[in-house]
């Protein structure tokens, strides 16, 4: 069975930083591109950041640019997301993702991170 496990979700004061993490199972994780997206109230999912492979290729979301580091431990079957600076509307729920590049593709089920001002 698949299973996506996130962790380190909170309530964190603006200017803060939190650090999310994604445990993986029941799939072969190394072959994944592993990603994280987020939907903000009333919006649409967006991407945070994505991480291709192990050896490489990033993408952050322009919205977090500058603000947030993913790195992934494939001996630990786990991706995290350091974020950094964070601001009110930074306040979403975070999902983990996971895709085989191919027809394979797997959520989480979220964290919420919610920041005050």
């Known amino acids: 069975q698949v299973r996506l496990e996130e962790s380190g979700g909170g309530v964190v004061h603006a200017g803060g930083s939190l650090r999310l993490s994604c445990t993986g199972s029941g799939f072969v994780f190394s072959g994944y591109a592993m990603s994280w997206y987020r939907q903000r109230p009333g919006q649409k999912r967006e991407l945070v950041a994505g991480?291709?492979?192990?050896?490489?290729?990033?993408e952050y979301g322009d919205a977090v640019k500058g603000r947030c580091t993913i790195d992934r431990d494939d001996a630990q079957n786990t991706v995290y997301l350091e974020m950094k600076a964070l601001k009110p509307d930074d306040t979403a729920v975070y999902y983990c993702h996971a895709w085989n590049y191919g027809p394979l593709i797997y959520w989480g089920q979220g964290t919420q991170v919610t920041v005050s001002e």
């Open positions: 991480l291709r492979r192990a050896d490489g290729e990033i």
